[in-house]
């Protein structure tokens, strides 16, 4: 399950980053951009919209996260489990049940890459498909949302570099590496989902920011 939103820069969600966990809160405090600071605060308050849409768990005020061995953050008191990512432009959580496992999500606007990076991140199948792709900046940012997708997923990260990953020849919907991957195109961004199971063809939800901020002011507000 998928939810996301595009529209985070239309409200200022600075207010609910008390009842944040600590560990979330000293996140977004690190952030030295008001910006990049509101959208951390509203992609963990998406993450409690959609856990009480789905499973009407009303996250805490304050709770911290728990973590794995490998450094997955979780919930003690659900099995759900769940990712976060968000960028300037956009904010993305996934949820799945324990039939589907452990998820991994990232969500990345376009932006220039250096040869360099390029190098480091893509294989060269990869940097011959961006070559001869009319958006080059959008196949570089495809590739690596599916990339980090899978190092969320996995929570152990990979030895090297991210180009030893190829997703060269791979559609929206496909199977590598021993998980099912998806993948979304949005004009502002690029969205990718990693689990070892996913049944049927994802429906990402869209969740307006004003949706998000009413439901952090009916749950969450003193």
């Not at 376009?110 to 390029?118: G, N, T």
Request: aromatic content about 12%; hydrophobic content about 30%.
């Amino acid at each position: 399950m998928i939810y996301y939103c595009d529209t985070l820069h239309q409200v200022d969600f600075s207010h609910f980053l008390r009842f944040l966990p600590p560990d979330r809160r000293q996140k977004a405090e690190r952030y030295r951009n008001p910006g990049d600071q509101n959208n951390c605060v509203a992609t963990y308050l998406l993450l409690a919209l959609a856990l009480y849409q789905e499973y009407r768990i009303l996250l805490p005020k304050n709770e911290p996260f728990s973590y794995t061995q490998t450094g997955k953050p979780y919930w003690k008191f659900t099995s759900a489990c769940f990712s976060l990512s968000h960028c300037q432009k956009g904010a993305a959580c996934s949820l799945s049940d324990q039939t589907e496992g452990e998820t991994g999500i990232d969500i990345q606007e376009p932006r220039p890459v250096s040869p360099a990076v390029l190098r480091r991140v893509c294989s060269q199948k990869e940097q011959a498909e961006i070559a001869l792709s009319s958006n080059p900046q959008a196949a570089f940012t495809r590739f690596w949302t599916l990339k980090e997708s899978y190092v969320k997923q996995t929570g152990k990260g990979i030895s090297g570099d991210l180009s030893q990953l190829d997703f060269s020849e791979s559609g929206h919907l496909f199977h590598r590496y021993e998980k099912d991957f998806y993948q979304m195109s949005h004009p502002d961004f690029s969205l990718a989902l990693c689990q070892k199971k996913i049944d049927t063809q994802p429906t990402p939800i869209a969740v307006h920011a004003k949706e998000i901020l009413a439901f952090a002011e009916s749950k969450y507000s003193d």
